[in-house]
């Protein structure tokens, strides 16, 4: 049954950005489903419909992004599980955290 609606699950919670209660709620509404918020944290995962983007992905992201756009000019798309991760969101982890840590040093390249 699970199967059956993943496409729009990942439409609903990842690509509308919905809460997880707000895309349960549309499912009991619209479906009938009253699966349990447990039930539903095992199927996200299992499927890699993650929001939070670890740490580690997140300054590899910031670091590639800004290294292509200082030597090729060029913005970075990046996607993680087939969903598009917003722009916004690298930016702002590159602004609190790499910058926060001395661990982004910007350096001329010949």
């Known amino acids: 049954e699970w199967e059956s609606h993943k ?3 990942r439409r609903i919670y990842m690509e509308q950005d919905k809460t997880l ?3 349960m709620q549309y499912f ?3 479906h009938n489903f009253s699966w349990s918020e447990r039930k539903w944290k095992e ?3 299992e499927w890699g419909f993650e929001k ?3 740490a580690k992905e997140m300054k590899f992201m910031a670091t590639k992004a800004w290294k292509r756009e200082l030597e090729e000019g060029k913005e970075t798309l990046f996607c993680r599980n ?3 991760v917003d722009r916004g969101k690298v930016e702002m982890f590159k602004k609190q955290k ?3 840590e001395n661990s982004f040093v910007i ?3 010949p």
Do not use: C, F
């Open 52 to 54: 939070n983007i670890p």
């Open 82 to 84: 087939g969903t598009v």
């Open 21 to 23: 209660k707000d895309t």
């Open 28 to 30: 009991k509404q619209e």
């Open 7 to 9: 496409d729009e699950i």
């Open 98 to 100: 790499l910058n926060s």
């Open 43 to 45: 199927k996200l995962q």
């Open 107 to 109: 350096r001329s390249i």
